[in-house]
């Protein structure tokens, strides 16, 4: 039978040899550069962090130490002027025989170093698009166009931006203790005197993928001093017995542990470090003693110090492991004028709170938030249980090995905010406040008060393997540069936002220019787009950054990337 049509592919003498031209090379080189073009411009692009308003989230130039007796490493912002750009070549530090200074977080230890290279920032992919289809979320991590005019350039020059998106359309917003809160006003409270005594405030929170991603370590033990291991060297942990039975350290091993030979009631101790906003990355900027103080303001280097504040959102960890069954435990919190508890005994587990205890009433009510049935699994002799208790935007959180099994949270105002965490109404502060001639106490870190921690046990011998702290980011309450209140830091600056206004904050706060210190706005922003200070009009987003895909490269003549720090962004 013959076959017709189409040849058989398979076979080499009906194939023929494709014509090319010098034409067509040229029209599919155009046709890949304008793919790439487009891409670029409306799908993906590049972007390169310069400074450290982001920190530790995001890196701009900074540099990077690490300590052989910890086994911690960190950044730092740069000692000498890098410029605010990324771009090499970036000055050396602690050139001319003035050698940089710099403290170990963990331990405290002094190190000293010269002729250090300075890295540049990390490199990250933005999703350009995302927001024509969608609109942006809270704290979503967003580039956008600068709406304040940009010294020495000509109006309309606008930077890009990249901060943390903290307040939406149609909102109020108020800083308030580090935290967000926002409302939707009504017609009839958009002309109160006092907003932050009005109703239908709620606080921000956080979802778990961002919180997670924001936590900044106070101190963990797997990062111990090994000759401190030893029962050497000069090192204090943070964590503290408090009764006889028990002893720290493990013989020189790898990670430092607590054992606890005692079965009678005892606790851990969270002693002699403040719980505060501090962080490694400003150590040049912000205090010269360490632990720091807060409140305290002592310029090491630059153009001034900055200033601590005390924090009271935290997580505290520990993986302990029983010797026999019926080891009771508590996570207990004192912050805000309350006692914040977790309770795990007799396989169930609770949350509580109350007021702290005074002289008046040395044993107020508990209010039970939650309670839950412990995993099965949990606080069994001879295996490790990782405990986590997170107190973080008016919620407690209880963690076992990585799940979360309970959640509850309590619900204040921004004036009840003020009440506890300072111990003074919003109405004494602004009756403080006139009586300073326009002081706003809230701005001061001395008036807030100090957070305590410790962990409660009882029942069972026991070892923790490792403990941690870390802090929540903290929001402050800053004064504008040119002395009038910052964006949503006092009642009278919390502004109602439009339909189409944003307003962004950094995760290094007392670091960022952000929402809350803008002054002013480029003349082409204000006539073509919004006028309003301290905002970000939706004309002026960029898109959503995505992932550090070049995280700040090694030095080095070849630009290496540091490719343990590759992440997604949240």
């Known amino acids: 039978m013959t076959q017709t049509g189409t040849p058989d592919a398979t076979s080499d003498s009906t194939l023929a040899k494709p014509q090319s031209s010098i034409k067509e090379t040229v029209i599919s080189l155009i046709i890949a550069f304008v793919v790439a073009f487009v891409f670029r411009g409306f799908v993906l692009e590049p972007f390169m962090i310069p400074t450290g308003s982001m920190a530790p989230t995001l890196m701009g130039a900074h540099l990077r130490f690490d300590d052989k007796h910890t086994g911690y490493d960190w950044a730092v912002n740069p000692w000498e002027n890098a410029g605010g750009n990324s771009q090499a070549p970036l000055p050396r530090q602690g050139s001319g025989g003035k050698p940089i200074i710099y403290h170990d977080p963990m331990s405290g230890r002094e190190g000293r170093d010269i002729d250090l290279p300075t890295r540049s920032g990390d490199r990250i992919f933005v999703l350009k698009s995302v927001y024509s289809f969608f609109d942006p979320s809270r704290f979503d991590v967003v580039v956008f166009k600068y709406p304040g005019p940009t010294a020495g350039e000509a109006p309309g020059s606008q930077n890009n931006y990249i901060k943390r998106l903290v307040g939406l359309p149609g909102e109020q917003i108020a800083f308030i203790d580090g935290d967000v809160f926002t409302r939707r006003p009504t017609d009839a409270q958009r002309g109160e005197e006092d907003p932050w005594a009005g109703e239908g405030w709620k606080i921000a929170r956080k979802p778990e993928r961002v919180q997670r991603a924001v936590w900044q370590p106070i101190f963990d033990s797997q990062y111990t001093p090994w000759d401190a291991q030893r029962g050497e060297g000069q090192f ?45 990355y400003n150590e040049f900027y912000q205090v010269a003693q360490y632990p720091p103080t807060p409140g305290r303001v002592q310029p090491v280097g630059g153009s001034g110090g900055l200033t601590c504040f005390a924090v009271s959102d935290v997580r505290a960890r520990c993986t302990l492991t029983p010797d026999a069954d019926g080891l009771a435990m508590s996570a207990c919190l004192m912050a805000r004028g309350h006692e914040f508890r977790a309770d795990l005994s007799g ?17 107020p009510a508990w209010k039970e938030l939650a309670s839950v049935a412990l995993p099965e699994r949990a606080l069994k002799p001879g295996r490790a249980t990782a405990v986590e208790f997170w107190h973080v935007d008016q919620t407690l959180g209880l963690w076992i090995d990585g799940e979360r099994i309970v959640e509850a949270g309590y619900d204040w105002s921004p004036a009840q905010r003020i009440l506890a965490s300072t111990g003074m109404s919003l109405d004494d502060a602004l009756a403080e406040e006139n009586k300073t001639r326009g002081k706003w106490p809230l701005y001061e870190p001395a008036k807030y008060r100090q957070a305590a921690f410790r962990f409660e046990f009882s029942g069972s011998k026991f070892t923790i393997h490792r403990s941690a702290m870390d802090r929540d980011l903290y929001y402050q309450p800053r004064e504008k540069p040119d002395g009038t209140y910052g964006l949503g830091t006092h009642p009278t600056s919390s502004a109602i936002l439009t339909g189409d206004q944003f307003v962004f904050c950094g995760d290094n706060s007392p670091a960022s220019a952000d929402s809350r210190l803008w002054t002013d706005v480029d003349p082409f922003t204000a006539n073509q787009i919004d006028d309003t200070v301290g905002v970000v009009h939706r004309d002026l987003l960029v898109g959503r950054a995505f992932c550090v895909y070049f995280p700040a490269p090694k030095p080095g003549s070849v630009p290496i990337p540091d490719a343990g720090r590759l992440r997604f962004i949240w």
């Open 236 to 280: 204090s942990p943070p964590w503290k017995g408090t009764t006889d039975g028990w002893n720290f350290g493990d013989g020189g091993k790898t990670n430092a542990h607590y054992r606890c030979e005692a079965v009678a009631p005892t606790a851990l101790e969270w002693t002699n470090r403040p719980i505060t906003d501090w962080t490694a």
């Open 347 to 363: 396989g169930h587990a609770s949350l509580r709170m109350r007021p702290a205890p005074t002289k008046d009433d040395a044993d």
